[in-house]
T-cell receptor, first 114, second 112 residues
Framework: GAGVSQSPSNKVTEKGKDVELRCDPI?????LYWYRQSLGQGLEFLIY????????KSGLPSDRFSAERTGGSVSTLTIQRTQQEDSAVYLCASSLGRHQETQYFGPGTRLLVL | SQQGEEDPQALSIQEGENATMNCSYKTSINNLQWYRQNSGRGLVHLIL?????REKHSGRLRVTLDTSKKSSSLLITASRAADTASYFC????????????FGKGTKLTVNP
């Protein structure tokens, strides 16, 4: 079946603009995760959804970052007033929702803030 | 925060040779997973080993786990040029949340 999909693949924006990144998980996966991969920081966890609720949002770096999930499916990560340090690859993953099991990753969105 | 630390940071070998990558971590874990990443994009899951397992095989991959030393190794046998990628270990912390904690990765280059 189809894997995790993310859009857009690449996004270039100007500092101060808002951006929205989208993730479509594997059908039937109840858990969804966002990670960020930047040159200096490696792969960092941002937020985890189980259904539509987010039991762990401890990795969101500032209040400029928010995420939502609707219908237990698609998720949107929003970054407001983007800064150059937000430039990174944003990766989404999903899983069946059982405790600490395999996460399946999408291809990522490469964000460049000029 | 980074928990896993892969060693070496970069590895270059010839096709047909074996490649071994190591991962160390700091806290007690429920499982450890290895992922591959090509060209800085999506991660592909390779193998998951649970804390009560010592060794696991999948095709040309062999993973070991030593919880007393808090370390794991990934062995790729008879490497191919297509194995060129970055390899990451990721841990699921015992008593922790659902997030995975990743190491910085080993960049493997297999020369034809």
């Amino acid at each position: 079946g189809a894997g995790v999909s993310q859009s857009p693949s690449n996004k270039v924006t100007e500092k101060g603009k808002d951006v929205e990144l989208r993730c479509d998980p594997i059908s039937g996966h109840t858990a969804l995760y966002w990670y960020r991969q930047s040159l200096g920081q490696g792969l960092e966890f941002l937020i985890y959804f189980q259904g539509n609720s987010a039991p762990d949002k401890s990795g969101l770096p500032s209040d400029r970052f928010s995420a939502e999930r609707t219908g237990g499916s698609v998720s949107t990560l929003t970054i407001q007033r983007t800064q150059q340090e937000d430039s990174a690859v944003y990766l989404c993953a999903s899983s069946l929702g059982r405790h600490q099991e395999t996460q399946y990753f999408g291809p990522g969105t490469r964000l460049l803030v000029l | 925060s980074q928990q896993g630390e892969e060693d070496p940071q970069a590895l270059s070998i010839q096709e047909g040779e074996n490649a071994t990558m190591n991962c160390s971590y700091k806290t007690s874990i429920n499982n450890l997973q290895w992922y591959r990443q090509n060209s800085g994009r999506g991660l592909v899951h390779l193998i998951l080993i649970r804390s009560n397992e010592r060794e696991k095989h999948s095709g040309r991959l062999r993973v070991t786990l030593d919880t007393s030393k808090k370390s794991s190794s990934l062995l790729i046998t008879a490497s191919r040029a297509a194995d060129t990628a970055s390899y990451f270990c990721a841990t699921a912390t015992q008593g922790g949340s659902e997030k995975l904690v990743f190491g910085k990765g080993t960049k493997l280059t297999v020369n034809p």
